[in-house]
């Protein structure tokens, strides 16, 4: 059975960051270092869980759930992701975006439930 692509979150209230992003083409590391970014995410204190997509035609979009504004700007701060952010500046992206919200109800249908 395969691992769900959807994250496993408390009840709201919590904090999602939304990236979506336009990728160059060619790989140029991209992948190692996505795996890497999220393997340490996933360390960070205050982190919920991600979920990301990416089409054929290079646009994705990858949600970061997190308790609280001040654990999004420690990830934004951590020295590794900040290399990332940068390397991602210089050759991984066309265009990107960041947005910040704030959930404050959620809800979900599973055809098996």
């Given amino acids: ?6 994250a496993k979150l408390p009840a709201p209230p919590y904090y ?6 336009q990728r160059t083409e060619g790989d140029q590391g ?3 270092m996505s795996d890497r970014m999220v393997e340490l995410a996933s360390a960070q204190p205050g982190f919920l869980g991600a979920e990301s997509v990416r089409g054929g ?8 759930y997190w308790e609280s504004l001040a654990a999004i700007a ?3 701060a951590h020295a590794d ?6 390397t991602g ?3 991984w992206y066309a265009q990107y ?8 109800r959620a809800y979900s249908f599973d055809v098996n439930d």
Wanted: hydrophobic letters at 35%; a negative charge.
């Fill in 74 to 76: 420690a990830w934004k």
């Fill in 57 to 64: 035609d290079g646009f994705g979009i990858t949600v970061s």
């Fill in 16 to 21: 999602s960051v939304i990236f979506p992003s």
């Fill in 30 to 32: 991209y992948d190692q």
């Fill in 89 to 91: 500046r210089q050759q």
């Fill in 97 to 104: 975006e960041v947005r910040i919200a704030r959930v404050e």
């Fill in 81 to 86: 992701h900040q290399i990332a952010q940068e």
């Fill in 1 to 6: 059975m395969s691992q769900s692509p959807f």
